[in-house]
């Protein structure tokens, strides 16, 4: 089944390219590897949520990161899928890794990142499954909570 | 000498490769490149150790997360053996990115992923000199002081 | 044009390769990629500035830091110049991460590594547009305020 029917099952659409926040591109392609650049939760240009992701009150609820996770990894696909000409081509995700907007003393983002991860293996299949870095940080971009980049491997 | 020996002589032995803390794999290969998940300093599937490296009372010292960071090697390496059929196939260790939960005002990154790098050189000589980034973050998952991923080239 | 001219009308020049703050080295070859070590931004040794990244008082401005990713790129070139033999044989900047060492609340990474961005820019042209990461941590080392890494593609 290609890709994209995939996403219809989900309810997803592969959004429009996100524009960069500076100066640099979504994503590069070097051989059979695309590098993409690390991917905010944007719907239609705007961070649908900022702050720090933890169990207080006035944080992000990490099951919402995870939603959040997802979108940046939907992003990421989008900037892929422009560089090489669809996902049909991607033959692997090779690595995810995933920045999460911490609260202090919040360790949680594995389960964030979850949300990126188990999107990429509904869509993929085998070829989703990837290695992946998870990290608790101090601030994000814009105030994002989570920021997702890939890197994936294309026929 | 083939790399086991070498660990032998080192008094260790490769782990079973830990079990990923989420929906994902430990390591992926593409082309003749391991890319591994970010590993933590699991010891039969439990972390020794949790808190921020720092130099204050209850803060994880240096030193000790030092010794961490050479378990999170050790199983990343793990987890690239399983993936290419044991650790005389790597040709090069390419780049080591280290996160280090750092308590404020923590700086002595470098010297905690020197307990990763100095296992990586005993073990592999010439083909263990890699590029390195050493980061300090505000949390990482389960509470772990460190995290460690591995690129390396395999033959 | 040489990169060497273009440095010169900028009014720069390649520094001396850093010495690698650890045991590691600045630069490591695979295939025709080259992945950087994390270069902090070392001018003749020594950090210009330390702190973390803010608009506070006796935090780094982020004009001021984003000089410093610029040196930071200065510095990583340096190091993927001296592994392959020179700026010219660079065919594409593949991916800059970039790491700020950010004060609570401070969300302007991206402006920040603008500076990094801009002098591949202006150096490399279309070889130079990369993807890009970047993140706000917590502390880096030696204090350092802004850390970069480079991904790249040789000829």
Same mark, same amino acid.
């Given at each position: 089944m290609a890709v994209a029917d995939r996403l219809a099952e989900l309810g997803l659409?592969?959004?429009a390219v996100p524009q960069p926040a500076?100066?640099?591109?979504?994503?590069?392609?070097?051989?059979?590897?695309?590098?993409?650049?690390?991917?905010?939760?944007?719907?239609?240009? &705007?961070?649908?949520?900022?702050?720090?992701?933890g169990e207080g009150d006035g944080q992000v609820a990490p099951t919402r990161a995870a939603d959040l996770a997802a979108l940046c990894a939907l992003n990421a696909l989008a900037a892929a899928?422009?560089?090489?000409?669809?996902?049909?081509?991607?033959?692997?995700?090779?690595?995810?890794?995933?920045?999460? &907007?911490? &609260?202090?003393?919040?360790?949680?983002?594995?389960?964030?990142?979850?949300? &990126?991860?188990?999107?990429?293996g509904d869509l993929f299949g085998d070829e989703g499954r990837h290695a992946r870095s998870a990290v608790g940080v101090a601030a994000l971009p814009l105030g994002?909570?989570?920021?997702?980049?890939?890197?994936?491997?294309?026929?």
């Open positions: 659409e592969l959004p500076g100066a640099y591109v979504p994503a590069v392609v070097t051989g059979n590897l695309v590098f993409t650049a690390g991917q905010l939760p944007f719907v239609d240009g &705007a961070l649908p949520e900022t702050g720090l992701v899928a422009d560089a090489i000409g669809g996902l049909d081509r991607v033959s692997q995700i090779v690595k995810v890794t995933g920045f999460v &907007a911490s &609260a202090p003393g919040f360790t949680g983002q594995p389960g964030v990142l979850n949300g &990126a991860s188990q999107l990429l994002s909570p989570v920021e997702v980049e890939l890197v994936l491997e294309y026929r």
